[in-house]
């Protein structure tokens, strides 16, 4: 079991950095291709909701990469010495749209370090702080939360336990094949290299999922447009969680209903089972 120095990692809350990006015309039409038929509508000149998600992605040098793909630990973010990283879920406060032609710059801030223990042994959860701001002002705060596991063990099926059906009757469902094209163009647009998301026998053998991975901002992505379209518009604050690894080869869906300005919605793979749960609220 990896022993974890809380202290020293803790050391890292306060960092902050700051990066900028454009909405281009070239990055709306690759979103707009990827996610074809899953995007709410929005205003004249606005960008597609979720967008926000692939401007200014981390570019480390490939000499700077860690073994699975991601930019090394402990730069920006703390060295915690788990191998396996994931996106748990976080919160969107949506203050205004962005716009194409927009210079967006994003603050972002290391806001906790936390260990707990999990069935399968030590989990590390990292809260990043992030703001958009534009020239009209801050557009987006966000809550992002990372979390940091221990290596797979032989045997082990990564997954975990299946999730549980979604606790709601949906109104609203869009079934999504989680195709490896679908993979490919997301992590292209976000510069995401994790091999779990794209190299089999490493997503199989050396973290032990059963497939590849989905992303975790691609189900937030179709649950904050199948939100906006069900209350009628964009939502204010939007609420998501990681419940179980979504894994590729398989047609899934995007659940969800409202009542008045609430909404609440789910990505639920072909078995059933939870994968990621949302709220959202005007």
């Known amino acids: 079991m990896t022993t974890l120095d809380i ?29 074809t038929g899953a995007l709410a509508p929005v205003g004249e000149g606005e960008a597609p909701l979720a967008l926000h998600w692939c401007l200014a992605p981390e570019t480390p040098a490939a000499d700077a990469l860690g073994s699975d793909g991601h930019a090394a630990k402990g730069g920006f973010l703390p060295p915690v010495p788990l191998p396996r990283r ?16 927009d210079e967006v710059v994003r603050r972002e801030t290391v806001a906790d ?15 990043v702080r992030h703001e958009y701001e534009t020239p009209r002002g801050i557009a987006i705060r966000e809550r992002q939360d990372i979390v940091y596991r221990e ?21 609203r469902v869009r079934e999504v094949a989680a195709t490896t094209t679908l993979l490919f163009r997301y992590s292209a647009m976000t510069f995401n290299g994790h091999r779990f998301h794209y190299d089999f026998p490493y997503a199989t053998e050396v973290e032990g ?74």
Not at 86 to 101: D, F, H, N, Q, T
């Open 7 to 35: 202290d020293h990692l803790r050391g890292w809350i306060g960092r902050s950095r700051e990066v900028r990006d454009l909405v281009t015309p070239r990055l709306v039409d690759e979103f707009r291709a990827t996610f």
């Open 86 to 101: 994931m996106w748990a879920g976080g919160e969107i406060e949506i203050v205004s749209p962005l716009r194409l032609g």
């Open 113 to 127: 370090v936390a260990v707990k223990e999990g069935r399968t042994g030590a989990l590390c959860f990292v809260t």
């Open 151 to 171: 290596a797979a063990k032989p045997g082990e099926n990564a997954a975990g336990r299946a999730g549980a059906p979604p606790d709601f009757t949906p109104e």
């Open 209 to 282: 999922y059963p497939g590849l991975v989905v992303h975790g901002p691609i189900q937030a992505s179709l649950l904050l447009n199948l939100a906006a379209e069900s209350l009628g518009r964009a939502p204010r604050t939007f609420r998501y969680r990681g419940v179980s690894p979504m894994i590729a080869g398989q047609t899934f869906r995007v659940a969800g209903r409202s009542e008045g300005a609430a909404f609440t919605g789910a990505t639920v793979d072909a078995a059933g089972g939870t994968c990621m749960q949302a709220a959202a609220g005007a």
